[in-house]
C-alpha cells in the first residue's frame, strides 16, 4: 500500500510538473511579487535575456542549385569517394564529413545524379547513425528517395527534411558545437566544388562571383563557431578557415545602397549593385587553400 | 529500496521536462511554418526557440542574388502578433510586416547577395492577465527551384 502511494506521489508531481512546462502561460505575476523582484528588475531582466541570436548558414541545397545556375556541370570526382567512409571514426571527422556527403549529395539530386544520390544519402545516414542522431534518416526515406530518383523536388524535399531532422535533433539535445561542425563540413565542401568546377571551367565570371559571395557566409559561419570556440573540434576549424577569411580581405567589393522596389502580386526586389576586384593571385590561394582544408578534412 | 525506485522516478520525469518544450518546438516549425513556405523549397536550416511576450530574436543569414526567397516567421497561436523586420547590414530597415498586417511571410529577391538581419520580436499583450504568454516562435527560409541560368554579363 505504501508502495503504492509512492508511486501515486510520484506520477503526481511529474504530471503537475509536466502540465507546468508545457503551460505556454509559463510565469505567474503573483509568484513573481513573491519572490520580491520589484518591476523596474523585472524589465531589466527581461532586456538582459532578450535577444537570441541565430546564424544560418546557406544550406547544401542552396548552393548546389546557385553552382548550378551559375552554369557547373557535373563532375562526380570532385565528390569525397564514398570509400573513405570507414575512416571517419571521432566526432570531429563524423560531423564534418556528415556536412560535405550532405553537400555532395545535395549536388548529385541537382544534376538528377540518381545512382549517385541514393549512394550519398545511404552515406549521410550512416554517418549520422554513427554520431547517434536519431530518424535523421529513416530506411523509409531511403525508399522514398530510390522511388523519386527522377524527380528533384521531391529529392529536395527529402533532402531538406533530412537536413531539418539533423540539426533539430542536435540542438534539442544541447549538441549545437555538433551541428555547427556539420554546417561547416558542408559549407567547406561546397565552396571545395565550387573552386574546383570554377578551375576547370572556362567562361567562369559568375562562378567566382559566388566564389567571392561566399565571404558573407563565412563571417556568419565564424560567429557561429564563436560562440562554440572552448571546444577543441570547433576552434581547430575555427582558426583553418581564418587562412580563408585573410584572402577574402583582399578581395575589393563596394556595394550600393539598397533600393526597394516593391510591384503588385510580385516579390520584393532589392536593387543594388556589387562591383567585385579580384586578382588572380588571390583567387588561386583561395582555392589552394580551400583544397587543402577540404582533402585534410576527407582524408 | 522503494525510496531509490521513488528517487529514481522523481528525477528520471524532471531529466524530460527540458526537452517537451523543444520538441514541441521541432514538431510545430515541422507541422505548421514549414506549409507556409510552399511552394519555395525549404533550405532545410532549422531555426526554433521558446519565445515570451517582448522578447526578441536576431537571425543573420547571406541571400544570394538571383534567387527568389521566402522568409516566413511563425509563432504559436497563443503568443501575441510577431512583428519581423529585415534590416541590411548598415541596420537600415528594408522591411517591416508590422506595416503588413503581420503578414508572417514575406517574398523577395536581390540584384546583389547580402547579409540580412531578420529581427523578431514577440509584441506585448494588450488584455490584463497575470500569466505571460510564452511558445515556440520558427522562422524558415525556402528558396524558389528554378532552371534558368544567371546572367553570365
Known amino acids: ?299 | 529500496m522503494k525510496n531509490i525506485f521513488r528517487t529514481i522516478a522523481l528525477f528520471s520525469v524532471l531529466a524530460i521536462l527540458p526537452l517537451a518544450g523543444n520538441a514541441q518546438c521541432k514538431t510545430f516549425a515541422k507541422k505548421t511554418c514549414k506549409m507556409e513556405l510552399l511552394p519555395y523549397v525549404h533550405d532545410g536550416i532549422y531555426n526554433a526557440t521558446i519565445l515570451s511576450e517582448g522578447e526578441t530574436v536576431e537571425l543573420f543569414k547571406t541571400f544570394y542574388s538571383g534567387q527568389e526567397y521566402r522568409l516566413t516567421v511563425c509563432g504559436d497561436e497563443k503568443l501575441p502578433p510577431i512583428e519581423f523586420q529585415v534590416l541590411d547590414s548598415d541596420k537600415n530597415v528594408l522591411y517591416d510586416n508590422k506595416t503588413k498586417k503581420f503578414a508572417k511571410s514575406w517574398d523577395f529577391k536581390l540584384e546583389s547577395s547580402q547579409m540580412l538581419v531578420i529581427s523578431i520580436q514577440v509584441q506585448t499583450s494588450d488584455e490584463l492577465s497575470d500569466v505571460i504568454a510564452e511558445g515556440c516562435v520558427s522562422v524558415l527560409v525556402g528558396f524558389l527551384n528554378v532552371e534558368d541560368s544567371f546572367d553570365q554579363n
Open chain 1, 1 to 299: 500500500m505504501v508502495y503504492l502511494k509512492n508511486i501515486f506521489v510520484v506520477a503526481f508531481l511529474g504530471i503537475a510538473l509536466f502540465f507546468s512546462a508545457c503551460n505556454n502561460g509559463g510565469n505567474n505575476v503573483e509568484e513573481q511579487i513573491d519572490d520580491s523582484i520589484n518591476e523596474e528588475e523585472m524589465v531589466s531582466d527581461d532586456l538582459d535575456k532578450a535577444k537570441q541570436v541565430f546564424y544560418s548558414l546557406p544550406s547544401p541545397i542552396e548552393t548546389a542549385m546557385l553552382m548550378k545556375r551559375a552554369g557547373a556541370k557535373y563532375n562526380e570526382e570532385f565528390l569525397n569517394n564514398i570509400a573513405n567512409l570507414p575512416n571517419y571514426t571521432t566526432t570531429k571527422s563524423m560531423a564534418l564529413n556528415l556536412g560535405v556527403f550532405s553537400a555532395d549529395l545535395s549536388f548529385a539530386s541537382m544534376f538528377d545524379q540518381s545512382q549517385a544520390s541514393v549512394k550519398y544519402l545511404t552515406a549521410t545516414k550512416k554517418l549520422a547513425e554513427n554520431l547517434g542522431i536519431l530518424n535523421a534518416v529513416e530506411q523509409s526515406t531511403v525508399k522514398r528517395m530510390e522511388g523519386n530518383v527522377n524527380n528533384r523536388d521531391s529529392l529536395m524535399e527529402i533532402i531538406s527534411e533530412t537536413l531539418m531532422n539533423s540539426n533539430s535533433f542536435l540542438k534539442e539535445n544541447d549538441r549545437a558545437e555538433v551541428a555547427a561542425l556539420i554546417l561547416a563540413g558542408g559549407w567547406i565542401e561546397g565552396l571545395y566544388i565550387a573552386t574546383k568546377i570554377a578551375k576547370s571551367t572556362a567562361e567562369n565570371k559568375e562562378l567566382v562571383n559566388r566564389i567571392v559571395d561566399q565571404r558573407l557566409s563565412l563571417k556568419t559561419l565564424n560567429s557561429l563557431l564563436e560562440e562554440y570556440k572552448t571546444d577543441e573540434n570547433i576552434k581547430a576549424v575555427y582558426e583553418d578557415l581564418k587562412k580563408i577569411s585573410d584572402l577574402y580581405d583582399q578581395v575589393e567589393v563596394s556595394t550600393s545602397k539598397i533600393e526597394m522596389v516593391e510591384a503588385k502580386g510580385e516579390s520584393t526586389t532589392l536593387k543594388s549593385k556589387t562591383d567585385i576586384q579580384i586578382t588572380d593571385k588571390v583567387f588561386n590561394e583561395i582555392c589552394t587553400t580551400v583544397d587543402k582544408l577540404r582533402n585534410n578534412i576527407t582524408k
